[in-house]
């Protein structure tokens, strides 16, 4: 078991920049990935970003060379710097940590507004 915290969400105009973070009861080094989703009113929850515990990175095509996710296993931390922000980034965010059996512990979940 772990819980996860989420911050740094809130309201940006297109183009601007935000970084969202993803606090870790304990180590993250145990889960074999953390990953990053959204869910959008009336749209199904998508993968935005996901890193594995030794480094390896996958982006969801829509945010390819905007987002950038990173982990921080000394600090059980998680951060998604997302830029060049676009409306259709809005949706609320969540951090989960994934076993290796593919369970997923999930956050609260952060908003994320970017108006037009």
């Known amino acids: 078991q772990v819980q996860l915290v989420e911050s740094g969400g809130g309201l940006v105009q297109a183009g601007g920049s935000l970084r969202l973070s993803c606090a870790a009861s304990r180590r993250i080094s145990v889960f074999y990935a953390m990953h990053w989703y959204r869910q959008a009113p009336g749209k199904q929850r998508e993968l935005v970003a996901g890193?594995?515990?030794?480094?390896?990175?996958n982006y969801v095509d829509s945010v390819k060379g905007r987002f950038t996710i990173s982990r921080d296993n000394s600090k059980n931390t998680m951060n998604l710097q997302m830029n060049s922000l676009k409306p259709e980034d809005t949706a609320v965010y969540y951090c989960?940590?994934?076993?290796?059996?593919?369970?997923?512990?999930w956050g609260q979940g952060t908003q994320v507004t970017v108006s037009s």
């Open positions: 890193i594995t515990n030794g480094g390896s990175t």
């Open positions: 989960a940590a994934v076993t290796l059996g593919d369970a997923h512990y």
